[in-house]
């Protein structure tokens, strides 16, 4: 059976004191309670870039330039009904403070840390990636 590819943005914003900020999925929501990376949903006509500068002014109230949008590496996930695949971008800089819009909780965590947070499936290989890299 053929599945569906979704495209997904996701980043992984860092602070000044190496911290990646990860954002627990709310109730209601597929996977409610996990922690993830910020992004979302690339809508058609739009590229990965321009969907995660849009999701990060929805959830977190943060402006991001194109310009701060490092590409990193990608997860590539099949759940039951689709086949997730997700850049993740590195963010150094932005403009405001991530404020909690969408999200349960939002936490800055040290790369090492990060595997102490329950995350979906495609989030979770990416931590690996986060800690040798910071």
């Keep these: ?49 321009a969907c995660l500068i849009r999701e990060l002014d929805e959830e977190l109230g943060i402006t991001v330039a194109a310009a701060c949008l490092a590409p990193f590496v990608f997860a590539s996930h099949t759940y039951e009904s689709f086949h997730l695949l997700m850049p993740l971008f590195l963010i150094r ?18 790369p090492a840390q990060l595997f102490d947070y329950p995350m979906p499936p495609a989030d979770a290989p990416l931590c690996a990636w986060l800690r040798d890299l910071l």
């Design 93 to 110: 800089r932005w403009e405001g403070q991530p404020t909690r819009k969408e999200h349960t909780a939002l936490a800055w965590v040290r």
């Design 1 to 49: 059976m053929s599945l569906p590819t979704i495209l997904v943005s996701a980043a992984a914003l860092i602070d000044a004191d190496g911290r990646v900020l990860i954002c627990q999925r709310p109730p209601g929501k597929q996977l409610a309670g996990l922690w993830e990376f910020p992004g979302g949903k690339v809508e058609p006509g739009e590229t990965p870039e």
